[in-house]
């Protein structure tokens, strides 16, 4: 199995900036795609950016040109670098993988994995 554990949420102004932090642990063989998801209250989760094992980025539109993700795959991590922050960015902010493991030397299973979750709230 993947674990997957988020750090960097939290209570900001405005205008302001917030690093989320992603760390992927676990017994497997490879982890392919990796991305933020956000679901804030009374609405469907929602992508807000990935980055695929060669670092290929893909943004939700309304967050381009304000959140940059990057990925460490030394270290199996992936990060989001949140500036300008706007009050709708408000969500509880949920990182994800996908990830290959061996389940017999001849056998490999590919899933998605979810992380717990962190608060992300943007005062006005």
């Known amino acids: 199995q993947v674990q997957l554990v988020e750090s960097g949420g939290g209570l900001v102004q405005a205008g302001g900036s917030l690093r989320l932090s992603c760390a992927a642990s676990?017994?497997?063989?490879?982890?392919?795609?990796m991305g933020w998801y956000r679901q804030a209250p009374g609405k469907q989760r929602e992508l807000v950016a990935t980055i695929t094992s060669t670092g290929r980025t893909n943004y939700t539109d309304s967050v381009k040109g304000r959140f940059t993700i990057s990925r460490d795959s030394a270290k199996n991590t992936v990060y989001l670098q949140m500036n300008s922050l706007k009050p709708e960015d408000t969500a509880v902010y949920y990182c994800?993988?996908?990830?290959?493991?061996?389940?017999?030397?001849?056998?490999?299973?590919?899933?998605?994995?979810w992380g717990q979750g962190t608060q992300v709230t943007v005062s006005s």
């Open positions: 676990g017994s497997f063989f490879s982890i392919n795609a």
């Open positions: 994800n993988c996908n990830a290959d493991r061996l389940l017999t030397i001849t056998t490999m299973k590919r899933d998605d994995y």
